[in-house]
């Protein structure tokens, strides 16, 4: 356990990039897996979410390498061709590794074992299950289809038609991947859209995949199966995610202004930054640009007074992990911020609506969730802070609380940062040379 302490910062100033786009790098090592031949990977996210998923791709079959100068490598094993792994598959934290690799060996046959670390092994696993199971694979699993769990993959793959009935790009993603080793065309349709990384990876690979709009809005996507991937290089965005975390210190910071340079600007992923603005941020977009089928920019922005809005439930899938951070944005502006349609938060890395509503209180936040809506009360100034927060093994609860903990009246604590590794390696010392004090408490 690291426990970390957060007091009042320096104004945050400077320009930065944060690490790579976790979704995105996730994706690349597993297409990169599953092309034919030498797929290289810049600016890949070295956290170890992303590290366990190149450990099981290795296991798979698929030859992974980096060089010194952070230059990932991945010789891919081509549609159909990975091998039965000798080991458990360990996938960590990682919901994301953990539901992908599921879809992509639920059509190849050979058994494989997956598993996971406290969190993961509690999180659901029916949403793939599921959809994979009508592939043809089998799975074993504990009670409610958690980890860990043995998926027996499909002898002769079916290629299936499948409505997500829950927004998640994780579940969209597992049943496409699965679909590469089906023959014929295998549909998702998602009733409300969610990021689209895979579908832009796939085609970036040289997948037939086609997009339409659903008249309810949502998406039909069918991709041809049993495709040969060619190896496709490409540089990885910086994660809006994780540049979240910087932006909110900046904006509740008087004084602070900073640009994170390189941002993935997916308009599928940056919900958080249109509810900023609505909520008075000065937040602007430079030097917009396109790399490997995804929108990148230099975002910059400034501290100002925020006010507080309501956020409609369509806009969830859009910033569905930024959450904890618009909650400690909320708790510095002025009014009532209502935050709808949060059902998904629940079986994040932590119950994240729990986690966020319970270190905010104890912050000296007037926050309260009403099924699946949490409202956070701010009345325009520093809230109390002074508090020790849970981090629940969930790397953006534990970032959250760091900066709420920046701008606070007294420093905030957290018992336990050594998840913030999963997706930013280097956060701490990132926000300091920015302006934070961020420190580890020494027992
Ligand atoms: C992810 C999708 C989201 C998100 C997660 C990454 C992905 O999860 O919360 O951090 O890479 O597809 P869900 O698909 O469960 O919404």
Known sequence: MTALSSGSSRPLRGRCRVPGDKSISHRALILGALAVGRTRVRNLLEGEDVLRTAAALRALGARIERDHNGLWTVHGVGVGGMVEPDGVLDLGNSGTGARLLMGAVATHAFTSFFTGDESLCQRPMARVVEPLSRTGARFVARDGSRLPLAVMGAPSPMPIAYTVPVPSAQVKSAVLLAGLNAPGETTVIEPVATRDHTENMLRHFGATITVTATETGGKRIVLVGQPELKPADLTVPGDPSS???????TLIRSGSAITVEGVGTNPLRTGLYQT???????????????TGGERVADVAIKAGDLKGVDVPAAR????????????VAASFAKGRTVMRGLGELRVKESDRLAAIAGGL??????????????????NGTPPKGGALVAAQLDHRIAMAFLVLG???????RIDDGATIATSFPGFVKLMNRLGTRIAEVRR
């Open 316 to 327: 969830a899938p859009s910033m569905i992990d930024e959450y904890p951070v618009l909650a």
């Open 243 to 249: 540049a979240a975390f910087p932006i909110v210190a």
């Open 406 to 412: 920046s701008a606070a009246r007294k420093p905030v």
């Open 361 to 378: 209180r104890k912050c000296g936040v007037d926050a309260t969730v009403d099924g699946d809506t949490l409202t956070v009360e701010g």
């Open 276 to 290: 900023l603005r609505e909520m008075g941020a000065r937040l602007t977009f430079a030097k917009e640009r396109i």
